[in-house]
């Protein structure tokens, strides 16, 4: 066992001897770490990059390989489907979707900078096929690139700023796009001459406390402790906390109402390794879930209801924004009504049942053991308006938007013990546009950058959340992670990403 804590820094007139030096040590070998690597290389940077596993991943290696890309009149893939994306209705969506968690500065940088971004994982060898896949899925089955991946067309993000579809997915046929997207940025960065150390734990940072900066870290291989000199600088690309049961009850407890977390070595070590050294972690409540209800897309046309039979969300919007409004519901369960025309069998993943059944909406409600009056009201209320075109209570539009007026009716249980809702944390150090971690009263903490789910980026709002946000938040500040680590031995400012 290693002697150090994730809690406390190593000075540095404690390092015995140095067992590597480099200009700008990363931990952690998934796309953020990858994109730092790739940048702080290309400036002529020595890098190290140690990663806990035996090779590349971590989450984004998990993840679909869907990126959040708009903005600057739209993609080759947006424009070609006839969708213009201006760059302010871009920013707009952002803000919006980052509710009162929102970093502007970020927001209106990715906005501005996103083309360019796409254009470089391009040049890394990424690639599209560029074709539009229209409809409501959660991830293309087949190769197709660009997808609807938020609620741009539901209220109120579309009276926010003009719908576009903004995810872009990997040219990869079938789900699991993360790994292959990895796997070029991997490559990629070796090419760079990148010295990639597997089978590394990070234990604790080496901190001059004369200097006030972060100068090294230490890593445990083989169970030995390596102590790392960093000349320019440290990038914690660790991912966040969401397999870490005790961050997750100090920080998240609501995630305990859910039971599929979705990470790899996701146990808040560089959360840790940054407050130690007085890193600011911010938004540290706040999580995605999802229930893939949306598949199949009728279902969407189905209205969803609380234990006391009441409706909590536009159904139109996206599906984990609808999950996480359904996980705030007091109760243990919520309902999704459909009528015959539009039930189809939830895909077994979902782990859905059917709770109730009947003729009527007073017969469903009977059979959930609602009081009298409450559903069926409910429903009442909601066809009488939707016959008229139109949902004054939550804002849900046509075509999605129809009476279910046309028994027989089902109602499809969501039990937050037992149904699959999949869910990683979001919170995490607050840094800068420039990925410098910033300390609790706002200023750099020298030394020390931070990129992907170990901060607070884009994605910081659970119930605003859009596909392809995380990969976009950690390769666009990733690369400027690496950038400023490289840039702070000589004491500059990273270059304009271009």
């Given at each position: ?32 770490g990858a994109c730092a690597s790739i940048e702080a290389a290309g400036t002529g940077a020595d890098v190290l990059l140690f990663e806990r596993n035996s090779g590349s991943g971590g989450a984004s290696g998990l993840s679909g390989g869907e990126i959040y890309v708009g903005g600057s009149g739209g993609s080759d893939a947006q424009r070609a489907a006839g969708f213009e994306d201006k760059t302010e209705d871009f ?24 083309l360019k971004h796409f254009d470089w994982l391009k040049a890394q060898g990424v690639p599209y096929r560029g074709n539009y896949l229209p409809g409501k899925v959660i991830e293309p089955t087949d190769d197709s690139t660009l997808i609807w991946s938020g609620s741009e067309a539901a209220y109120p993000f579309c009276e926010i700023a003009k719908p576009a579809p903004r995810g872009h997915v990997i040219q990869h ?326």
């Amino acid at each position: 066992m290693s002697g150090y804590s994730l809690h406390q820094p190593c000075p540095v007139d404690e390092v015995p001897a140095w067992d590597y030096e480099t200009d700008v040590a990363i931990v952690g070998f998934g796309a953020a770490g990858a994109c730092a690597s790739i940048e702080a290389a290309g400036t002529g940077a020595d890098v190290l990059l140690f990663e806990r596993n035996s090779g590349s991943g971590g989450a984004s290696g998990l993840s679909g390989g869907e990126i959040y890309v708009g903005g600057s009149g739209g993609s080759d893939a947006q424009r070609a489907a006839g969708f213009e994306d201006k760059t302010e209705d871009f920013a707009a969506y952002l803000k919006a979707a980052g509710g009162p968690c929102v970093d502007e500065a970020k927001c209106d940088l990715y906005a501005h900078e996103s083309l360019k971004h796409f254009d470089w994982l391009k040049a890394q060898g990424v690639p599209y096929r560029g074709n539009y896949l229209p409809g409501k899925v959660i991830e293309p089955t087949d190769d197709s690139t660009l997808i609807w991946s938020g609620s741009e067309a539901a209220y109120p993000f579309c009276e926010i700023a003009k719908p576009a579809p903004r995810g872009h997915v990997i040219q990869h046929m079938g789900w699991g796009g993360g790994r292959p997207f990895v796997d070029i940025l991997e490559r990629r960065a070796r090419e760079l001459g990148v010295e990639v150390i597997p089978d590394a734990r990070a234990v604790a940072l080496i901190e001059d406390k004369d200097e006030g900066c972060v100068v090294g870290v230490i890593m445990r291989i083989d169970n030995v402790d390596r102590y790392v000199r960093a000349r320019s600088g440290v990038v914690l690309a660790t991912g966040g906390f969401v397999m870490s049961e005790e961050m997750r009850r100090r920080y998240c407890p609501e995630t305990f109402r859910i039971n599929s977390p979705i990470g790899d070595k996701d146990d808040g070590s560089g959360i840790l390794l940054g407050m130690s050294v007085g890193g600011d972690a911010i938004h540290m409540d706040q999580f995605f879930t999802t229930c893939p209800w949306t598949m199949p897309e009728p279902h969407a046309h189905g209205v969803f209801v609380n234990q006391a039979g009441q409706r909590f969300i536009n159904e139109d919007c996206y599906h984990g924004r609808v999950s996480r409004y359904a996980v705030d519901q007091l109760g243990d369960r919520v309902y999704l009504l459909l009528d015959q025309a539009h039930f189809l069998q939830p895909i077994d993943l979902a782990a859905m049942s059917i709770a109730g059944t009947g003729d009527s909406w007073e017969e469903v409600e009977a059979e959930l053991e609602m009081v009298p009056g409450t559903l069926s009201a409910t429903m009442s209320l909601y066809n009488e308006h939707a016959r008229e075109g139109r949902d004054p209570l939550f804002g849900k539009r046509a075509p999605i938007l129809t009476p279910l007026d046309q028994g027989p009716f089902v109602a499809l249980e969501l039990n937050f013990a037992t149904t699959y809702f999949s869910f990683f944390t979001l919170g995490g150090l607050h840094t800068s546009v420039d990925g410098e971690v910033r300390g609790r009263d706002g200023a750099p903490i020298p030394g020390l950058f931070a990129a992907g789910r170990c901060t607070s980026g884009l994605p910081a709002w659970g119930h605003g959340y859009s596909s392809g946000m995380s990969l976009a938040d950690c390769t666009f500040f990733g690369r400027r992670a690496g950038l400023s680590a490289a840039a702070a031995k000589a004491g500059t400012k990273a270059r304009q990403i271009a």
